[in-house]
């Protein structure tokens, strides 16, 4: 007999995570899918970093992983190629990168275009790149905070989905500006990855919509202030 799936039953989002370093952003994901109140599943984590903490968290909580040394290839296309061949051996519905160090290719991303999802932070279009919260504190902004955003051929440029704004205070360093974003990104990803899993976001041509309407500029904003 085959399996009758009905059509209100929700269907399992296999997500396939790309990180080379701690992986607190991973963590959340794990901490926030585990009682199953989400259809998304961790269904391995890929680092190009064999010494990456976020191995460890993944390992840990029980989930395949893979190391694939970006080193070890002639440059980024080859390396992208081998990659691409590697995440899709477990056959994702979604790419999320947590953390990964790495420049990706236009033809990695046209791959898993409307399926791949990074968090950055800062409140992109701001501060695109690395030291965001330095770079906050030397332009002295009083709003900083985190985005996630569909990943396009332009770096840290695709539609925003969600962003999280703190206040930034008198008395802040980068250090304890990244300790708050960094509670927020614990909040959005885990967030976002769930709409996405849930069938609520998607990519369509005008940006990313949620919920059948369309996003503004920002994506969904949370003030966390
Ligand atoms: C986060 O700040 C994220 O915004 C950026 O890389 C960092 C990863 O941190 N893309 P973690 O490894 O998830 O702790």
Not at 121 to 140: C, F, I, M, N, W
Not at 162 to 169: D, N, P, T
């Amino acid at each position: 007999m085959p399996d009758v799936v009905k059509p209100d039953m929700p269907q399992g989002c296999d997500v396939v995570v790309l990180l080379s370093g701690t992986g607190g952003n991973l963590q959340a994901m794990i901490d926030s899918f585990k009682d199953n109140s989400s259809p998304a599943r961790i269904r391995a984590v890929i680092s190009n970093r064999a010494d990456a903490y976020g191995l460890e968290r993944a390992r840990n909580a029980g989930i395949e992983t893979r190391v694939l040394d970006h080193t070890a290839y002639e440059g980024r296309e080859a390396f992208d190629t081998a990659l691409i061949e590697l995440i899709d051996t477990f056959a994702p519905k979604l790419v999320v990168l947590a953390g990964f160090m790495r420049i990706l290719t236009p033809g990695f991303v046209r791959h898993y275009h409307g399926r791949l999802l990074n968090i950055h932070p800062s409140l992109l279009p701001l501060y695109k790149g690395l030291h965001t919260h330095q770079r906050v504190l030397e332009a002295g902004d009083t709003l900083h905070g985190c985005s996630v955003h569909f990943v396009t051929e332009e770096l840290d440029g695709g539609p925003l989905v969600v962003q999280a704004v703190i206040s930034v205070e008198l008395h802040d360093t980068p250090a304890t500006l990244a300790q708050r974003v960094h509670t927020q990104e614990h909040l959005i990803y885990p967030l976002a990855i769930r709409w996405f899993a849930e069938g609520r976001l998607a990519l369509i041509e005008q940006g990313a919509s949620l919920n059948g309407q369309l996003l503004g500029p920002s994506g969904h904003v949370i003030q966390a202030t």
